[in-house]
């Protein structure tokens, strides 16, 4: 990535970017290759997620990942370049891609700004390959034109844009100034009108695939479980929900965001109409300053009412065999897998409780140092997907579960996430999650079946996840 020191926010005249950029289009014709031009300024404070509601279009490429607790929101929309490739070697395939953009591209501001440089944010299917008539191919990868970052108090506005031989280098010039400008003095003056919107009210709520399916799906995976098939596995149940008017995907987010702090909100869409919404308590791997990050979440417990009730549930929960063994499971398959790529995992297995706002898991940190040459796409590869979310082992028990669901999970429980062009970025694992398209709503659920699971406890766990969703859904 060819990178240039200066303040674009200094930048005189709309007719010094051109002159840059036409300079920028000499250098594409040079390599016979467009060039990736990302532009990055430091910027008043701005809420992403707002600035992202204020402009969304349904028809429009965006992505937003909020987690409270950690200060970090990320919101892009419509699409500079993108890539979706289909096969078993996809996170190979986007890691090459990624890597050849970032040998073409141009990148300008500070770099020490957070953020510096083109972000790409991905979204992977659960398996690799989904139906025809999926709403998001087995991947998307893409670099928006417009990004705004806010993380440790720092707001950064980027504008990207791809400039080839023969493109017209003036309507690309008018496009970023009038981002940044709109960037500094940003207007949410249609607030109030969103505001006067009616309560959305569900009309209809259908099993999907029936109402008996999911109990006899435990059930059938109980046998293969004692048959020693697997040790274990994942199943989820989707309910399809119908309202009275549409789903607003960014709406229902900023509620999400603010009765989830410790968990990740997020939404992608696909510029077709569909986002795929949630807030996950779940990080699949993270990496920041040479540090690996991986959350073992496993084993579920309701809140209780009181706090009496509560620690009661949660001393439960701390002292389940079952759940505790589920908990195991998951914490030594990310272990061998991190190690099986080079890295030392430092700490032992010792959960904690990870509270949320209506159900508690055993949680662990699983933390390692980054080994040179490892990328952050060769860690999503061996961990997804994890038995939190798959099963073990993962080779005979996750190609049963598209049997025994009866529906295709599509990003349900796959890997979302954003790598920068440091190479650092995070994947969360897309659970809690629905599918918004208009009027129409997908809800998943997913619980662990092990010996010892009863079916009709699974579903009563299920509904307790569901639960959470359909409160701020509405």
Not at 81 to 102: A, G, H, N
Not at 108 to 122: I, K, R, Y
Not at 165 to 183: C, L, P, Q, S, Y
């Amino acid at each position: 990535m060819d990178t240039i020191q200066l303040d674009p926010t200094q930048a005189k005249s709309y007719e010094a970017l051109y002159a840059f950029l036409q300079g920028c289009q000499f250098k594409a014709v040079e390599k016979g290759r467009a060039q990736l031009v990302s532009i990055a300024a430091a910027s008043s404070a701005l809420d992403p997620l707002a600035v992202l509601e204020s402009i969304y279009e349904d028809r429009q490429q965006h992505f937003y990942v909020e987690r409270k607790r950690d200060d970090v929101a990320i919101a892009g929309a419509e699409n500079a370049i993108s890539y979706s490739p289909e096969s078993c070697t996809r996170f190979k395939s986007v890691r090459d891609w990624i890597e050849d953009t970032l040998d073409n591209t141009i990148a300008v501001g500070d770099p020490n700004l957070p953020f510096f440089g083109p972000t790409f944010f991905c979204g992977f299917s659960f398996f690799e390959k989904v139906d025809e008539d999926a709403s998001f191919p087995a991947s998307t990868v893409f670099v928006p034109r417009w990004q705004v970052a806010v993380t440790g108090g720092r707001c950064v506005a980027i504008a990207n844009a791809t400039i080839a031989d023969g493109d017209d280098v003036e309507a690309v010039a008018k496009r970023i100034w009038n981002a940044n400008t709109k960037f500094r003095t940003f207007d949410y003056s249609d607030e109030e009108e969103r505001s006067k919107r009616e309560r959305l009210k569900v009309l209809e709520t259908t099993e999907c695939g029936g109402d008996s399916v999911f109990k006899e799906s435990v059930a059938a995976a109980l046998e293969r479980i004692s048959a020693g098939e697997f040790e274990k596995i994942v199943l989820a149940r989707a309910l399809d929900l119908r309202a009275d008017q549409s789903f607003h995907p960014l709406e229902i987010l900023n509620t999400l965001r603010e009765r989830y702090e410790d968990c990740y909100a997020f939404s992608i869409a696909n510029g077709k109409g569909q986002s795929f919404i949630g807030a996950s308590p779940e990080r699949l791997v993270s990496v920041s300053k040479g540090r690996v990050n991986v959350d073992v979440l496993a084993g579920t417990a309701s809140r209780g009412k009181t706090a009496s009730e509560d620690a009661r549930l949660g001393a439960g929960l701390l002292e389940s065999e079952k759940d505790r063994r589920e908990h195991q499971i998951v914490y030594e398959s990310v272990c061998r897998r991190l190690s099986d790529l080079g890295l030392i995992v430092k700490g032992e297995c010792l959960p904690s409780l990870k509270k949320l706002q209506n159900v508690q898991h055993l949680f662990v940190d699983v933390e390692a140092e980054l080994v040179n040459g490892i990328h952050l796409l060769d860690m999503v590869t061996a961990l997804h997907p994890t038995p939190a979310v798959g099963g073990t082992p993962r080779e005979a028990a996750v190609p049963r579960i598209r049997e025994l669901e009866r529906f295709d999970r599509g990003l349900y429980a796959g890997p979302i996430g954003w790598i920068n062009a440091k190479g650092e970025g995070e994947f969360l694992v897309g659970i809690r999650s629905a599918l918004v398209d208009g009027e129409k709503a997908r809800l998943y659920a997913g619980v662990g079946i092990v010996e010892g699971s009863v079916p009709e406890r699974e579903y009563v766990e299920t509904n307790l996840k569901f639960q959470a969703l359909k409160e701020n859904l509405l």
